[in-house]
């Protein structure tokens, strides 16, 4: 089925069994795949980094949504700019580094000079009748949401990028992501399709079995857990837990309540503060605090860990004393990007307040025991055996609610 054609892909959708697994065309065709970018990465708000990756005018990243290139910096009035990453004379390719600083943005080919808001500034040979003010970068769409910057290539995006940004604020707000620094980021490319890489994470049904680093801290029924026979008693025990922990943290200010709307928004996202066990303070090997400077106006360290999803491509862990973000991107049918970004307090002196090791060691381990799951999900897809598996009424309701929204996005965006 790896050879789809495009006209196929709407009865492909149009006959998706809900509660069901996708069928393998979906995780194995390049048509798929190309609709994949232009209707799901092409057309919504996707996460792609953190404030405090360009904390100074003139800082700078690049990444890259399949072959679009985007360049995102900051102004000299502070102000977050995006753009497609191509000089407007012959194309090439403006800045080819991951991340630097510049004070203008220079060509390599010929020296055309664009300032930090993307307008032309100086350019030679281009005769009289040439007028600069009509060869700026092309623009794209940037947001900020407390620290976590989101794009979007559509010329119009989802306008309800704003609701979820006003009920988001007071959730992420108490962390002061803006006034971290990055201590650490990893990339590791999965061989496995994108869609893969997001199901694997919105579920804990495979934690117990494959995270065992994660699960020193993290229970895993609060990612979509619902009580069943074999899970009654645990699941009583945590909800107790919870519900005294969000009292506590909801009475410190820290909104702690569910807010779930997975499938049912074109910004889809979910979050919710969940307890840590043991110590109960962040996602480490000892479930203690991995820096010693607190993020923001929090003074307790045991405030549990904020979890936050949006569709299709992030996950986010906000705890007292750091911050760890996800970022996925796909770059073919069977391979994907997926860069961790670690952040602490701007403060925090590494070897004095936190440890890089112990910072990024319960996550460099689930990260690469996840690429194995779906690695070995992604061979297994391939198969002539693979057909379309039920999900778990019990463990995997998020996992349907990612595959609705996405057949659902799908559905209302392409054309076929």
């Not at 779930?260 to 109960?280: H, I, K, M, W, Y």
Request: glycine share 6%.
């Amino acid at each position: 089925m790896s050879d789809l054609k495009v006209s196929q892909l709407a009865d492909l959708l149009q006959r998706r069994r809900p509660g069901y697994s996708l069928d393998a065309a979906f995780y194995l065709s390049d048509a798929v795949f190309q609709s994949d970018l232009k209707h799901i990465f092409g057309q919504h708000w996707i996460f792609v980094a953190v404030e405090p990756q360009i904390p100074e005018p003139g800082d700078f990243i690049t990444v890259d949504v399949g072959k679009q290139s985007i360049l995102i910096t900051r102004d000299d009035d502070d102000q977050l700019q995006a753009f497609h990453n191509v000089c407007r004379h012959r194309g090439s390719r403006l800045c080819a580094s991951h991340k630097g600083m510049v004070g203008n943005i220079v060509c390599p080919y010929h020296q055309w000079t664009y300032d930090l808001k993307g307008s032309l500034i100086h350019v030679e040979h281009m005769g009289e009748g040439f007028k600069k003010e009509d060869h700026g970068l092309k623009k794209v769409h940037v947001r900020s949401l407390e620290g976590l910057i989101f794009i979007c290539l559509a010329e119009t995006p989802p306008a309800d990028f704003e609701d979820m940004a006003q009920q988001m604020t007071p959730y992420l707000a108490p962390h002061r992501l803006k006034d971290c620094k990055v201590a650490a980021q990893v990339e590791i490319v999965e061989k496995g399709n994108w869609k893969l890489v997001m199901e694997n994470n919105r579920e804990c049904y495979h934690c117990v079995g494959n995270h065992p680093e994660l699960t020193l801290s993290l229970y895993e029924y609060g990612f979509g857990y619902q009580p069943s026979p074999a899970n009654a008693e645990g699941m009583a025990r945590f909800r107790d837990i919870l519900a005294k922990s969000h009292a506590r943290w909801e009475a410190m200010g820290l909104p702690s309540a569910e807010i779930e709307v997975l499938d049912s928004r074109v910004t889809g996202f979910r979050t919710q503060r969940l307890p840590l066990d043991r110590a109960g303070q962040s996602q480490t090997m000892n479930a203690e605090v991995a820096s010693k400077k607190l993020l923001g106006r929090i003074t307790d360290p045991a405030v549990g860990g904020l979890s936050f999803w949006t569709q299709p491509n992030s996950w986010h862990h906000f705890m007292s004393d750091h911050v760890v973000s996800f970022s996925v991107l796909p770059i073919a049918p069977g391979e994907t990007l997926v860069r961790t970004t670690w952040c602490v307090h701007k403060d925090a002196v590494e070897g004095v307040d936190y440890d890089v090791a112990n910072l990024t060691k319960v996550w460099n381990a689930t990260n690469d025991q996840d690429r194995r799951l779906v690695e070995e999900s992604q061979v297994g897809v391939a198969s002539g055996a693979y057909e379309p598996g039920p999900y778990s009424p019990y463990t995997e309701e998020l996992v349907e609610k990612f595959c609705n929204w996405y057949v659902g996005r799908m559905r209302a965006l392409n054309p076929v």
